[in-house]
Every structure is written in C-alpha cells, then in structure tokens.
C-alpha cells in the first residue's frame, strides 16, 4: 500500500517543526551562579534573596537550602572576569 501525499507531507512538516524547536531551545542563554556578596544571614525565603540579587544587578537569586546560601542567577554571557558586565 503506497502512502498517500497527505501523510509524508505532514510528516515532513512534523521533522521541520521538530528541527527548529530543537534548534530554539539550543540558543538560549544559560545561566550562571554567583553567591550573593551581600546576603547577611542563613536564606531561608528565596525572595528575598532574589531582591537582593536584583540589587546587586543579577537577574534573579534562590536559597540554596543545604548551604544556607544566597545565590544569584545571571546570563552566562554577561560575566566577566568573575564580576558583572552590562550588556548594551
């Protein structure tokens, strides 16, 4: 039986789709992690450390509850040489 125009069409569409969503999510930026220079104290509300991560020109900070650390989040690509560099 000789598949029909409709089904190999949508099926290369499908594999299009699929390539290009892969292709998507490959660009995205990763993230790096900092400790907090500023947090005092053990995190135990990660909004809080978020704000002051926020503060401190990060993109965003959690607790990390093992440590009782405060860490902040920020694009891989923006640090540099260990600190903070805006991007244009």
């Known amino acids: ?3 029909s125009g409709k089904l190999s ?3 290369l569409v499908l594999i ?3 390539v290009v969503t892969t292709e998507m999510m490959g660009m995205q930026a990763r993230l790096c992690e900092k400790p907090s220079s500023h947090f005092k104290g053990l995190c135990l509300r ?3 450390c ?3 991560c926020m503060l401190e020109g990060y993109m ?3 607790c990390k509850y093992l440590t009782g650390r ?3 989040s920020v694009e891989c690509a923006t640090m540099s040489n260990g ?3 805006l991007m244009e």
């Open 83 to 85: 600190g903070l560099t």
């Open 60 to 62: 965003d900070g959690k």
């Open 16 to 18: 299009l789709l699929l």
């Open 9 to 11: 069409s949508s099926t």
């Open 1 to 3: 039986m000789k598949p």
């Open 46 to 48: 990660s909004q809080n």
């Open 50 to 52: 978020g704000n002051e």
């Open 70 to 72: 405060c860490i902040c």
